[in-house]
């Protein structure tokens, strides 16, 4: 079975910095692209980015390219979200998800509640 | 970067009724995605490659569509079909949403 869960969320001030971790499990993790979504509340879904199986090929959504940076480690089979300089609404929940080939994601995690206030 | 658009943004569907929902993209993709979302939880896929249903999904869904015009149709609507459903493309490097449509019953 499939499984991918997220953790490393909760409370952090604005301007600061939180690093996010999805485990994942059930499959072959370094044979996948692997993605980033989020979802303000209320809000509809944003992708953040993706990431290749070797990690030599990283692509991120314009708005967040220069905050958010995307990495995983394969021997450990965590996908990794690294955000920085956060505000206000970067206050979503946290997706990561697996991409199949032709850029749908297949499986999701259950999501990690990231809140940035003061 | 290619812009979805999805209508209608919210709706309401007595049972046995039959609902389309489109998404029309900014520049012609090759493929449509779809998921449904309940509250609280996570999106899950639905219709994949714009016409292939996802492990579980009643047949009564169907999806369709090609270039920059794309529908998910519901055949016989049914309370569980209550959510919100995303459209979703992937024009590398870019994956980008639709804004959603809210499905209500009723």
């Known amino acids: 079975e499939v499984k991918l869960v997220e953790s490393g969320g909760g409370l952090v001030q604005p301007r600061r910095s939180l690093k996010l971790s999805c485990a994942a499990s059930g499959f072959s993790f370094n044979d996948y692209w692997m993605g980033w979504v989020r979802q303000a509340p209320g809000k509809g879904l944003e992708w953040i980015g993706e990431i290749n199986q070797d990690s030599s090929t990283i692509n991120y959504t314009p708005s967040l390219k220069d905050k958010f940076t995307i990495s995983r480690d394969n021997a450990q089979n965590t996908l990794y979200l690294q955000m920085s300089k956060l505000g206000s609404e970067d206050t979503a929940i946290y997706y990561c998800a697996r991409l199949s080939y032709y850029g749908y994601f297949n499986y999701w995690g259950q999501g990690v509640k990231v809140t940035v206030s003061s | 970067e290619i812009v979805l658009t999805q209508s209608p943004t919210t709706m309401t569907a007595s049972p046995g009724e039959k609902v389309t929902i489109t998404c029309r993209a900014s520049?012609?993709?090759?493929?449509m995605h779809w998921y449904q979302q309940k509250p609280g939880a996570s999106p899950k896929p639905w219709i994949y490659?714009?016409?292939k249903l996802a492990s579980g999904v009643p047949d009564r869904f169907s999806g369709s569509g090609s270039g920059t015009s794309y529908s998910l149709t519901i055949n016989n609507m049914e309370a569980e079909d209550a959510a919100t459903y995303y459209c979703?493309?992937?024009?590398?490097?870019?994956?980008?949403f639709g804004s959603g449509t809210k499905l209500e019953i009723k």
């Open positions: 520049s012609s993709v090759n493929y």
């Open positions: 979703q493309q992937w024009n590398y490097p870019s994956i980008t």
């Open positions: 490659e714009t016409s």
